[in-house]
């Protein structure tokens, strides 16, 4: 294709992402910036003999687009449809499996050493935001990159944006860059004419000393990615596809390591994203009406409202009270509800990028000189700081409250942001307290308890909505341990955790309407350490026994309970029956069309009941 026929591919591919997430949602507003850097991407390498890595993969949609997928667009993010991120298994275009931040590095490093190895000619390159290159793992596979010399390439989509404006010194210097970086395409050419003899001597040696000063304002003695090993070609017009494609055609031909840095524009071609992309990151279907914008409206109750609100507008009038406590994100603000924090109390709230590891260890150093962090941090993204956890704040037994949102299975973004394992790998570690509200008001009392607690605690709530409390009421202290008797019955004792409290009670109901038994329901609270007394025995006083959960049932809240029995010789009249979710990661589609292939949904718990009851009735009858 001319430059100008892929201009055109280009408007109408965003003119058919933007129908297509209207129509079902989607992240949205990165991969219209990245429309222009895809398609050159695609005509200038060989996929898949080049292995494309994409960080995140939010960026992605375009890409998938071009490579056989186009008509299968509809499905995304949709149980068996597909993934919202690149995934091996979906196509052989997709070269590396991705949801998580500053990966790709790593993972295109790979790929380039082993292709050395076997004498292949393929070329990786690293797809990566400016976002993601705050990560650690970035930086240290680009120090080993440059270690290796291996041929790799490094994209760097540079948009000022994560899922939220990017923060930190990094982010600065790109910004400096734009302004003040010598073009390196035009040096490279310089040095070309210099060397045929048509540049004079002087006139050479004086430009290079003036391009020397412009790197010395950009970052010191030395370009810091030509400190790394790396060949820097930018800052390049990622909208402009003609330079791009020059820029990537150059790269191709270095015999070194290469980061190609271009600037884009998140949201590029849509105007509400153009002027609001952390709104138009992710979207819910969308209608546009004579160029006005509206959501597709839903019933939703008046007394709900999500978790991370109702977290965010607690710890605002808890840090009202008590000057002691701190806000911290890895650059998920808006995500997480610390958003509402930062606005009421800037001075108490601090974002550090995609960092996770590095927030952890910096509340660790907060809660040792007398202040209360909170990190609040997605389930699947605290799984990165697992080390700092342990090593940092629990062995030191530091008061950090995790605020672990998403917990549980997330729905569309699938299995590389399923909250899952959070019970497992926090439950192991000594002295920990970990928490789990069933409503808002229930999350306000766990917030205040375990700001109260000289000990590392966590507090896991899920991705939706709850029954909110109204801001302003009255804080509870809760007895530490002590689960909550909700509902008294004889026959059947269901342990619920977190908001599974309500599906427990909706099966109740119809157990008692369809058989007639009545049914205790125990609404766990805590999760470490257990009311081992309540639990014991409530479970001896009842013929069936079941747990539910939002998460792993390996090492999860039912596994504590079999532990407990095990060591306090509780022996059941029949075995306890665990619902979770079972040993698989969980691909993506609606959270309840999760809880349902996981079997802890309403209809599977009613199912199970009624099979013992009817078996039961059988052996009578026998």
């Not at 991407?41 to 890595?53: A, G, N, R």
């Not at 993934?83 to 380039?112: Q, Y």
């Not at 995790?402 to 699938?414: K, L, M, P, Q």
Request: hydrophobic share 40%.
């Amino acid at each position: 294709l001319s430059i100008a026929q892929l201009e055109q591919l280009a408007e109408e591919l965003r003119s058919e992402l933007i129908e297509t997430v209207s129509l079902h949602g989607g992240h949205f507003a990165s991969s219209l910036g990245a429309t222009e850097i895809t398609l050159a991407l695609h005509y200038v390498f060989e996929s898949p003999k080049d292995k494309i890595v994409w960080d995140v993969g939010h960026q992605a949609y375009i890409h998938k687009m071009l490579t056989g997928r186009r008509q299968k667009m509809h499905t995304i993010r949709k149980l068996g449809g597909l993934s919202g991120f690149p995934k091996r298994s979906e196509s052989p275009f997709d070269a590396f499996g991705v949801g998580h931040a500053g990966t790709s590095i790593s993972a295109a490093l790979g790929m380039a050493e082993a292709m050395e190895k076997k004498g292949e000619d393929g070329r990786a390159i690293a797809v990566i935001g400016d976002g993601s290159f705050t990560a650690g793992m970035a930086l240290e596979a680009m120090n080993h990159a440059g270690a290796l010399g291996r041929r790799i390439i490094v994209l760097l989509n540079d948009n000022d944006m994560s899922i939220s404006p990017n923060v930190g010194a990094l982010s600065w210097l790109f910004s400096r860059a734009v302004t003040s970086k010598v073009p390196t395409l035009a040096r490279d050419r310089f040095k070309e004419l210099y060397k045929k003899g048509y540049v004079p001597e002087f006139v050479y040696k004086t430009l290079d000393r003036a391009e020397e000063a412009a790197q010395t304002f950009v970052s010191g003695a030395s370009s810091w990615v030509e400190a790394f090993g790396f060949r820097y070609i930018g800052p390049v017009d990622g909208h402009n596809i003609a330079s791009v494609i020059t820029a990537l055609e150059h790269a191709k031909n270095q015999n070194c390591p290469v980061l190609v840095h271009v600037r884009t524009e998140k949201g590029k071609g849509f105007e509400p994203a153009e002027e609001d992309p952390v709104r138009w990151h992710a979207t819910k279907p969308f209608k546009i009406v004579k160029n006005a914008i509206s959501d597709i409206k839903t019933t939703e109750s008046p007394r709900q409202k999500p978790f991370s609100t109702m977290f965010g507008e607690a710890m605002c009038e808890l840090a009202d009270r008590d000057d002691r406590i701190i806000g911290i994100t890895a650059a998920m603000a808006t995500g997480t509800g610390l958003d509402i924090f930062a606005k009421k109390h800037p001075d108490k709230f601090y974002d550090v990028a995609i960092c996770e590891q590095h927030a952890v260890t910096y509340a660790a150093g907060l809660a040792c000189e007398g202040y209360r962090p909170v990190c609040a941090i997605y389930s699947t993204f605290l799984q990165r700081a697992y080390d700092q956890v342990i090593h940092d704040v629990c062995i030191q037994k530091l008061p950090v409250v995790f605020a672990i949102d998403r917990a549980g299975v997330v729905g569309n973004d699938g299995h590389t942001h399923q909250g899952t394992f959070d019970i497992p790998y926090l439950r192991c570690i000594p002295d920990i307290k970990i928490m789990a509200p069933k409503d808002g008001r229930e999350l306000r009392d766990m917030l205040y308890t375990a700001l109260s607690l000289d000990v590392p605690s966590a507090i896991r709530f899920p991705r939706g909505k709850g029954i909110s409390a109204e801001p302003g009421s009255q804080f509870r202290m809760l007895d530490v341990g002590k689960a909550e008797v909700l509902q008294k019955g004889k026959d059947v004792l269901l342990i619920a955790v977190g908001p599974f409290v309500f599906t427990a009670l909706d099966v109740a109901l119809r157990v008692r309407r369809d058989f007639g038994l009545t049914v205790t329901v125990v609404n766990a609270r805590f999760i470490k350490p257990l009311d081992k007394a309540l639990l014991c025995e409530e479970a001896l006083k009842h013929r069936i026994v079941c747990t539910i959960e939002d998460g792993s049932l390996i090492g999860g809240f039912g596994s504590a309970l079999l532990e407990c029995f095990a060591d306090e010789g509780v022996e059941l009249f029949a075995p306890l029956k665990r619902f979770g979710v079972q040993d698989s990661f969980v691909p993506h589609g609606s959270q309840e069309e999760q809880y349902r292939m996981n079997g802890y949904d309403s209809d599977s718990i009613y199912s199970f009941i009624q099979s013992c009851v009817e078996s039961r009735a059988k052996a009578i009858g026998a």
